[in-house]
């Protein structure tokens, strides 16, 4: 393959409005290398032309006569040992004008004193705003805080790649002697999730995280204030009836401890994520990430009926300023509170320990309740109880819906446990 055809002599006779030369468009110097002497735009420039996997491709070298001959031919002798080495130049040039931009933003980002892009920082506030929108408001601005006054101050700016896991469980150990263990724990945790999210974006390549697994010390669960005898729950129920307030908190009072969810997942419940017909309130659970099944009792069903004219055109079952914002934390307690019921008596995560009691009392599967309960199971059994029992909690649940209606009234107690 016969190469460098042209001479200097014949470029520099090239007239300046010249478009072609002998009759052709371009001259060729052999080996794909060619000028183009009619360039849309004006001027004149180099062209390669190369074939890689079976494709015929074109890629540009510069324009003459800023890029001279000389110059022309080293670029095109360095894309053809490219090619050589099966690496498409073109292909080549992307990756390396993205590099470029990724580094000028770096640069910049130093340059404001604001953390570089493989920083811990950047990466877990990119980690955040992936999850972010699949969070309630109150999960979404705790996590943020604990990033914020917990981790980014020592380790923010810091290449994530390079922190090791003693850096890591010193910002956790300070959590720890302030008293909130749980924090520790659940920053952890979370740590985890931020450098599995590095390592899958490349820019980190093993969770250091998982390496301090059982170096903090356990949380010792908070027992939530709750009712223990079904008389008194009974009663509590009939003074929910009796509740003069807002037609949305009363049926908030009576649909709670029907479902007995988390209270921020309670009060955050949307109108998309239940279906009356089916009589299901699916949802992910923000406390494990998971996706969660709540069956609907028939009486569960009728309460939603009922409020839905007046919630039912905004996003939240329980919302306020025209649906756009749930519930607050206060408003079910302070009822409570109205009805005769201290935070001592009962609290509203109390009443998932009286069902989850009193459903273990009767006989129902325990497992079934820490389906219902949606809490965390670990490893392989995690994976696959995502919707196990769901046919026994159905019955569970409007079992557990009648015996309310017998205490509310009452009437003489039936076993509820499902043969």
């Known amino acids: 393959m016969a190469i460098n055809k042209i001479s200097d002599t014949t470029l520099r006779a090239l007239k300046s409005d010249a478009t072609t030369h002998n009759g052709k468009t371009r001259l060729d110097d052999g080996g794909g290398l060619y000028l183009l002497l009619a360039v849309k735009g004006g001027g004149r420039a180099w062209r390669l032309d190369y074939t890689i996997n079976g494709k015929r491709k074109t890629i540009s070298l510069g324009k003459y006569p ?19 080495a099966e690496i498409d130049p073109s292909e080549a040039r992307k990756a390396d004008k993205a590099a470029q931009k990724v580094q000028i933003l770096a640069d910049k980002r130093e ?3 604001l953390p570089s892009i493989n920083s811990f920082e950047f990466v877990a506030r990119e980690w955040y705003d992936s ?58 945790e979370q740590s985890g999730q931020i ?13 250091i995280a998982a390496d301090l697994r059982g170096a903090l010390k356990p949380h010792e669960g908070k027992n939530y204030s709750h009712i223990k005898d079904p008389k008194q729950l009974g009663q509590l129920l009939r003074d929910i009836d009796a509740y003069a307030g807002s037609p949305m908190v009363k049926t908030a009072l009576r649909l709670l401890p029907l479902v007995f969810t988390r209270p921020g997942e309670f009060r955050s419940a949307k109108w998309t994520d239940i279906d009356l017909a089916a009589k299901e309130w699916r949802y992910v659970t923000p406390k494990t ?5 709540v069956p609907l009792s028939d009486q569960a069903v009728r309460y939603l ?89 159905r019955r569970m649940m409007q079992a557990w819906a009648d015996y309310a209606d017998c205490l509310r009234t009452g009437a003489a107690i039936i076993p509820i446990k499902a043969a």
Request: hydrophobic share 40%; glycine share 8%; aromatic share 8%.
């Open 289 to 293: 990430g998971a996706d969660h099944i």
């Open 131 to 188: 999850r972010v929108t699949g969070w309630s408001d109150s999960h979404a601005s705790r996590t943020r805080a604990y990033l914020e006054k917990d981790l980014f101050p020592w380790l923010g700016k810091l290449p994530i790649a390079e922190i090791k896991a003693p850096a890591l469980l010193e910002c956790l150990r300070r959590v720890e002697e302030r008293g909130a263990t749980e924090t520790a724990n659940r920053l952890r």
């Open 195 to 207: 450098w599995r999210y590095a390592i899958a974006t490349g820019r980190a390549e093993r969770d």
């Open 66 to 84: 800023d890029t001279t001959l000389k110059v022309a031919r080293e670029f095109a002798e360095a894309a053809r040992k490219e090619v050589a």
């Open 111 to 113: 340059a404001s004193g």
């Open 305 to 393: 009926v009922e409020l839905q004219p007046l919630t039912g055109n905004g996003g939240y079952v329980f919302g306020v300023r025209a649906g756009m914002r749930p519930l607050s934390e206060s408003t079910i307690n302070q009822a409570l509170k109205t009805l005769g019921y201290s935070s001592d008596i009962i609290q509203p995560h109390g009443f998932r320990h009286t069902a989850a009691t009193m459903l273990a009392e009767m006989g129902w599967n325990t497992e079934a309740i820490d389906r219902q309960l949606a809490h965390k199971e670990a490893g392989v059994k995690g994976v696959y109880q995502k919707a196990q029992y769901l046919e026994e909690r």
